[in-house]
């Protein structure tokens, strides 16, 4: 007896096909099973801290600190997630260096601009492998992202992380 004949049957009886679905089928379920059962799932009772952080915003038009207040909760623009509650806000006059005609460069000032560093207060799960706000958003120091509030966007650097 051949193991298949000509109808592309397996010792006569199921079709190659056939045994090839099921076979993906199984595999799948206890995947499932492996994934939903067996694995460890992401802690939910992780120890909550409180951090504080700065956001430097560098050279935004000077009206749009006046939409920003202590007391608002920023979002990360990404994923829409509140990842704190601004508890200061500080500005200074933005600069820049230019090249000047003799080759060196100079600072100066750039009009109508300034930089902005947000003091922002959350809540993060900290751990060997990093500080995470709202259990999703991984905060890096030097990292940029795209911040909002109810009433402004834009993108800032992490300045620094406090623990506790």
């Known amino acids: 007896m051949k193991l298949i004949d000509e109808k592309g049957k397996l010792f006569g009886i199921v079709n190659v096909i056939d045994v090839c679905i099921i076979i993906i089928v199984i595999v ?6 492996y994934k939903f059962n067996v694995l460890d799932k992401t802690s939910s009772t992780a120890a909550m801290q409180p951090i504080t952080y700065t956001v430097r915003v560098d050279k935004i038009r000077d009206f749009v600190l006046s939409n ?3 007391g608002d909760t920023i979002f990360d623009q990404a994923s829409g997630n509140a990842i704190g509650t601004i508890v200061n806000v500080e ?4 600069y820049e260096y230019i090249n000047m005609p003799d080759g060196t460069f100079a600072k100066a000032p750039v009009e109508n601009r300034i930089n902005v560093i947000f003091t922002i207060e959350a809540d ?3 751990n060997d492998s990093g500080c995470y706000v709202n259990r999703t958003f991984e905060l890096l120091r030097g990292s940029q992202t795209k911040y909002m509030t109810k009433y402004f966007e834009c993108t800032g650097i992490v300045e620094s992380i406090n623990v506790g």
């Open 124 to 126: 993060a799960v900290v």
């Open 28 to 33: 799948l379920g206890v995947g499932a099973f």
């Open 68 to 70: 920003v207040e202590t």
């Open 91 to 94: 500005s200074e006059q933005a």
